[in-house]
C-alpha cells in the first residue's frame, strides 16, 4: 500500500528457483485481480524438476493462460473492463536463467559496479527512442510516457512476450521492479543501493524521497551462489509518474496522421494503447 491510497494493484513473489513481478491496471479492482491472476498461473512453476531447455516454453505457456483467463473475465464482468497487466518472471534451472517479460516492469542486474537494464520497455515513448524520434531525457518528460503498448488481457493486442536465457553469473544481482521505481528512482542510485544491500529498509528510505505520495511497489533482489540464488524480502517505493485512477483504462486509438516525423499513439499500425491513471 501507499502513503495515501489503500490498496496496490502490484503482485510479486519471490521463490528458490523463480522470482515474478506484475503491476495490475484496470481500476482498484480490475488491477489488483489481473496481476494476482498473472502470479496464480506462474508461481507452481517454481519447483528444481524443470530441465533447462523447458523453462521458456512453460513460462510462455503460463503467461497464456493468464491472458486468456482475463480477457475471458473482462468478457463475463463490465467491472472488469479494461483489466490487464505488465508482467516479468525470471526462472533458474542449475546455472541457467530464463525470462519472460511484457509491459514496461523492468529488471537489472548488478555485475561488479556496472548496473544493466536487462528489459527493454512495451511503451510508446521506448518506441520513439527506438525509432529516433525522441530522446531518452525527452522521454522522461513526454506527455504519453505512460501509454503502454503491450499488456496481458487485452485481446486486440500482441502479447507475444520478450524471452531471454542466460547463464547465471556468480555474484550478479538481480532486482525485478515496476515502473514505480524505475520512474522515481535514478538508475545511479538503484546501482548503488543495489551495491551496498544491507535489507530491504535500505531500498525502502531511498526510494521515498520527499515528493508527491502514491503507492509503493515491490522489489526482489537476488545474488547468485553458484545454485542457490539468495533471497531477500521484499520493499516497497511510491510511485507519482504514473497516477492510476478509479476507472477502467481508457484504450488510446488515433487515426493515422499522414507526414510528419513523429509518431502518435496508434498510427504505424502499433495498435491499441494502455493509458495509465
Given at each position: 500500500?501507499g502513503?495515501?491510497?489503500?490498496?496496490?494493484?502490484?503482485?510479486?513473489y519471490?521463490?528458490?528457483?523463480?522470482?515474478?513481478?506484475?503491476d495490475?491496471m484496470?481500476?482498484?479492482?480490475?488491477?489488483?485481480?489481473a496481476?494476482s491472476v498473472?502470479?496464480a498461473?506462474?508461481?507452481?512453476l517454481?519447483?528444481?524438476?524443470?530441465p533447462a531447455d523447458?523453462?521458456?516454453?512453460?513460462?510462455?505457456?503460463?503467461l497464456?493462460?493468464?491472458?486468456e483467463?482475463l480477457?475471458d473475465?473482462?468478457?463475463?464482468?463490465?467491472?472488469?473492463?479494461?483489466?490487464g497487466?505488465t508482467?516479468i518472471?525470471?526462472m533458474?534451472s542449475?546455472?541457467?536463467?530464463a525470462m519472460?517479460?511484457?509491459?514496461d516492469s523492468?529488471?537489472?542486474v548488478?555485475?561488479?559496479d556496472t548496473?544493466t537494464?536487462v528489459t527493454?520497455?512495451?511503451?510508446f515513448?521506448?518506441?520513439l527512442v527506438?525509432?529516433?524520434q525522441i530522446?531518452?531525457?525527452?522521454a522522461?518528460?513526454h506527455?504519453n510516457?505512460?501509454v503502454v503498448?503491450k499488456?496481458?488481457?487485452?485481446?486486440?493486442?500482441?502479447?507475444?512476450?520478450?524471452?531471454?536465457?542466460?547463464?547465471?553469473?556468480?555474484?550478479?544481482r538481480?532486482?525485478?521492479?515496476?515502473d514505480?521505481l524505475?520512474?522515481?528512482?535514478?538508475?545511479?542510485?538503484i546501482?548503488?543501493?543495489?551495491?551496498?544491500f544491507?535489507?530491504?529498509?535500505?531500498v525502502?528510505?531511498?526510494?521515498?524521497?520527499?515528493?508527491?505520495?502514491g503507492?509503493?511497489?515491490?522489489q526482489?533482489?537476488?545474488?547468485?551462489?553458484?545454485h542457490?540464488p539468495?533471497?531477500h524480502?521484499p520493499?516497497r517505493?511510491?510511485t507519482d509518474?504514473?497516477?492510476?485512477?478509479h476507472?477502467?483504462?481508457r484504450?488510446i486509438a488515433r487515426r493515422r496522421?499522414?507526414g510528419?516525423?513523429?509518431?502518435?499513439?496508434?498510427s504505424?499500425?502499433?495498435g491499441?494503447?494502455h493509458?495509465?491513471r
Amino acid at each position: 500500500m501507499g502513503l495515501v491510497r489503500s490498496n496496490n494493484q502490484d503482485s510479486g513473489y519471490a521463490g528458490a528457483n523463480l522470482l515474478v513481478l506484475a503491476d495490475g491496471m484496470g481500476g482498484p479492482a480490475g488491477g489488483d485481480i489481473a496481476s494476482s491472476v498473472a502470479l496464480a498461473h506462474l508461481v507452481p512453476l517454481d519447483t528444481d524438476s524443470h530441465p533447462a531447455d523447458s523453462m521458456l516454453p512453460l513460462l510462455r505457456e503460463a503467461l497464456l493462460d493468464a491472458h486468456e483467463e482475463l480477457t475471458d473475465r473482462s468478457s463475463r464482468d463490465r467491472d472488469l473492463e479494461g483489466l490487464g497487466t505488465t508482467c516479468i518472471a525470471l526462472m533458474r534451472s542449475g546455472n541457467r536463467l530464463a525470462m519472460v517479460h511484457i509491459g514496461d516492469s523492468r529488471a537489472y542486474v548488478l555485475r561488479g559496479d556496472t548496473l544493466t537494464q536487462v528489459t527493454t520497455d512495451h511503451s510508446f515513448v521506448q518506441y520513439l527512442v527506438d525509432t529516433g524520434q525522441i530522446t531518452p531525457e525527452e522521454a522522461e518528460h513526454h506527455p504519453n510516457r505512460n501509454v503502454v503498448l503491450k499488456i496481458l488481457g487485452d485481446a486486440q493486442a500482441d502479447v507475444a512476450p520478450d524471452e531471454t536465457i542466460r547463464t547465471a553469473v556468480v555474484g550478479d544481482r538481480w532486482m525485478l521492479c515496476s515502473d514505480g521505481l524505475s520512474g522515481l528512482v535514478s538508475p545511479e542510485t538503484i546501482g548503488q543501493v543495489m551495491a551496498d544491500f544491507k535489507g530491504p529498509g535500505r531500498v525502502r528510505r531511498r526510494a521515498h524521497p520527499p515528493g508527491p505520495p502514491g503507492r509503493r511497489t515491490r522489489q526482489y533482489h537476488v545474488r547468485h551462489r553458484g545454485h542457490r540464488p539468495r533471497r531477500h524480502l521484499p520493499a516497497r517505493a511510491p510511485t507519482d509518474r504514473r497516477r492510476r485512477g478509479h476507472r477502467p483504462q481508457r484504450q488510446i486509438a488515433r487515426r493515422r496522421r499522414s507526414g510528419g516525423a513523429r509518431c502518435r499513439p496508434g498510427s504505424q499500425g502499433l495498435g491499441p494503447r494502455h493509458r495509465r491513471r
